[in-house]
């Protein structure tokens, strides 16, 4: 899955927004990526470090976008503190692409198939 995070307060990529990925286990929730955007507001697969995996395994995932530390170190106060998305991933032979737009008022996501594995 690759992330794409779009400022639209500044009508640019947000680079280094902090990112945290977790996946919903029997036991609770296990971290599968914890970094941040590059130069170019992408991630481009978040689940490549995971279990030595290039690609998720179907199931309850949950992203977290840090938007209180992006626009804080800008010196703009934020209403949503962090964007949290919770998906399912049913079909993990797609390359699914996770586009969000933040400002410090509004989040929108969209996902989108880009290709075949």
Do not use: K
């Amino acid at each position: 899955m690759c992330l794409r995070v779009l400022d639209i307060a500044h009508g640019r990529p947000a680079r280094d927004l902090p990112v945290h990925v977790e996946r919903q286990l029997p036991e609770g929730w296990t971290v599968v990526y914890a970094g941040s955007t590059g130069q170019t507001g992408s991630v481009d697969d978040i689940f490549s470090a995971y279990a030595g995996q290039g690609r998720a395994n179907a199931g309850l995932y949950r992203l977290t976008l840090d938007c209180a530390r992006y626009f804080g170190l800008q010196g703009i106060s934020v209403f949503y503190r962090e964007a949290t998305l919770t998906f399912f991933l049913a079909d993990t032979s797609e390359r699914h692409v996770l586009t969000v737009t933040v400002s410090p008022l509004a989040f929108t996501t969209c996902r989108t198939n880009n290709e075949q594995r």
